[in-house]
Nanobody, 124 residues
């Protein structure tokens, strides 16, 4: 069982930055593939970014490439999402998630564990 707790969300003006953090309870955190997803009101939960166990491989949604960076610190059992050049359309609840395998990392149903989410609101 893995418990995930996100933090770092908030209200930010367009063009600004935020860094989300996701702390994991599991001592085997380094064995999990980690992902970030987001869900805007009335919309489905969408893939944002994912990172391999070692951090050597990352994946991004086209909508955030070049603006968002996912990283992890296995010593701190934490995964991060640095979000720059934020746009109003980035407004959503952001969730971190964990899975064992490295397949289908963009598919939310493939993830086994989820955090409670953190709200990000970008105003123009």
């Amino acid at each position: 069982q893995v418990q995930l707790v996100e933090s770092g969300g908030g209200l930010v003006q367009a063009g600004g930055s935020l860094r989300l953090s996701c702390a994991a309870s599991s001592p085997t955190f380094s064995s999990y593939y980690m992902g970030w997803f987001r869900q805007a009101p009335g919309k489905e939960r969408d893939f944002v970014a994912a990172i391999r166990w070692s951090g050597s491989t990352t994946n991004y949604a086209d909508s955030v490439k070049g603006r968002f960076t996912i990283s992890r610190d296995n010593a701190k059992n934490t995964v991060y999402l640095q979000m720059n050049s934020l746009k109003p359309e980035d407004t959503a609840v952001y969730y971190c998630a964990a899975k064992r395998s490295g397949f289908s990392v963009t598919v939310s149903n493939e993830y086994n564990y989820w955090g409670q989410g953190t709200q990000v609101t970008v105003f123009s």
